[in-house]
């Protein structure tokens, strides 16, 4: 599914796309939590919602986000809209590689591995094709490379129901 031409338009400006990604990451998440992610605001986008426990906090974040769905798994982008700081979420990805995405209303368990060179690049022009402004956000940075990542479901991922059961904390003594 690619964005529509229009939305593309208004998210340009680098105001309105710093707006509207505050304003679809407030509504959207509790939105996609609420109707096992049947329901979003962002209907045109492929979205995601991102179950990671923060890399500092040890706490359950949950952040919606848009994807990319290849043959090898799900990209995400960290993009932050074209801000020069990058998402919190990609330093949890980094210390936790294990999560839990909400993606099409199913709630399945994946590993997250950083891209790099080749697969870097090929994930990068999906990522565009699908959307394209993010082209547009990495020519606005000069100090930082967009962050790509493959989320790849694990193996006997088998769709989790409860969200208690999302993360087995006691494990990991957090």
């Known amino acids: 599914m690619k964005v529509p031409k229009i939305l593309l338009g208004v998210l340009k400006n680098p105001r309105a796309s710093h707006f509207l990604k505050v304003f679809a990451a407030a509504v959207d998440g509790p939105l996609m939590r609420w109707s096992g992610g049947r329901i979003r605001l962002s209907f045109v986008i492929p979205m995601l919602l991102l179950e990671v426990v923060g890399a500092r906090s040890k706490t359950l974040r949950r952040v919606p986000l848009l994807y990319v769905d290849t043959n090898d798994g799900l990209i995400v982008v960290g993009s932050n809209g074209g801000s020069r700081r990058e998402p919190a979420w990609c330093k949890n990805l980094r210390a936790n590689r294990s999560v839990t995405c909400l993606v099409k209303g199913r709630r399945e368990r994946y590993e997250a591995a950083e891209m790099h060179c ?9 990522a565009v094709s699908t959307y394209p402004n993010y082209a547009l956000y990495q020519e606005r940075l000069s100090s930082r490379t967009i962050p790509l990542f493959r989320l790849s479901r694990t193996p006997h991922s088998s769709t989790v129901t409860d969200e208690s059961q999302t993360f087995d904390t006691s494990k990991d003594g957090f």
């Open 118 to 126: 080749s697969a870097y690049a090929a994930a990068w022009r999906s």
